[in-house]
């Protein structure tokens, strides 16, 4: 069983960047595939990036790709999503994701999340 604390939220005019990080507990985080995850009240979760167990893949949504990036350091049990030219479109709250399997959906575990909220 892993744990997950997110950090790093806050407001943000559009055009600016975040940078969120996702504390894993455990020794087998690299057991684990990372993700990242969206919700906007009255929408459903809505999948953001995903990371290999090893970082050695990655996924990203069409809406965000080409500006988001997921990251993670196994020695520090860390993953972080470095967000730049955010639109007004991408707030919500961000949750943090582990699963032992890569993917988009279907995760087993997940964080209390962070509020990032972008101004226009």
């Known amino acids: 069983q892993v744990q997950l604390v997110e950090s790093g939220g806050g407001l943000v005019q559009a055009g600016g960047s975040l940078r969120l990080s996702c504390a894993a507990s455990?020794?087998?985080?690299?057991?684990?595939?990372m993700g990242w995850f969206r919700q906007t009240p009255g929408k459903e979760r809505e999948f953001v990036a995903a990371i290999s167990r090893s970082g050695g893949s990655t996924y990203y949504a069409d809406s965000v790709k080409g500006r988001f990036t997921i990251s993670r350091d196994n020695a520090k049990n860390t993953v972080t999503l470095q967000m730049n030219s955010l639109k007004p479109e991408d707030t919500g709250v961000y949750y943090c994701a582990a699963d032992y399997t890569y993917g988009t959906r279907d995760y087993d575990y997940w964080g209390q999340g962070t509020q990032v909220t972008v101004s226009s």
């Open positions: 455990g020794r087998t985080f690299s057991s684990y595939a």
